[in-house]
C-alpha cells in the first residue's frame, strides 16, 4: 500500500505554469508505474501522464509538449510540471500508484 499527497494546484492565467507534486509514504523505487490523472466537472477521470520506474514516460496527447512528468525515487516524489495551460486543463488532478489515489489538487486555469 501507498499514500499518496498532491500538492501544487492553484488558479493561473492562460499561458501561464504549474508545477504539481506528489509525495508518497513508502519508497517509490519499486512501483512501475507512477501517473498523474485529472477530472474536470461532468467528466470522467482522464490520464494525463504517466512515468515507469526507468523513466520512461506516456502522456496524453492533449498535453504533449506541455506537461512534463517526472520522478525522485530517492525523495518518493513525483512531479507535472505544467506549461502552456490552457481553460480545458481546469480540472482536479489526482496522483495514481499501485492502483491507491491521492485526495486530488484543484488547478483552475482562467482565460
Known amino acids: 500500500q501507498v499514500q499518496l499527497v498532491e500538492s501544487g494546484g492553484g488558479l493561473v492565467q492562460a499561458g501561464g505554469s504549474l508545477r504539481l507534486s506528489c509525495a508518497a509514504s513508502?519508497?517509490?523505487?519499486?512501483?512501475?508505474?507512477m501517473g498523474w490523472y485529472r477530472q474536470a466537472p461532468g467528466n470522467q477521470r482522464e490520464l494525463v501522464a504517466t512515468?515507469?520506474?526507468?523513466?520512461?514516460?506516456n502522456y496524453a496527447d492533449s498535453v504533449k509538449g506541455r506537461f512534463t512528468i517526472s520522478r525522485d525515487n530517492a525523495k518518493n516524489m513525483v512531479y507535472l510540471q505544467m506549461n502552456s495551460l490552457k481553460p480545458e486543463d481546469t480540472a482536479v488532478y489526482y496522483c495514481?500508484?499501485?492502483?491507491?489515489w491521492g485526495r486530488g489538487t484543484l488547478v483552475t486555469v482562467s482565460s
Open positions: 495514481n500508484a499501485l492502483n491507491h
Open positions: 513508502r519508497s517509490i523505487f519499486s512501483i512501475v508505474t
Open positions: 512515468i515507469s520506474r526507468l523513466g520512461s514516460t
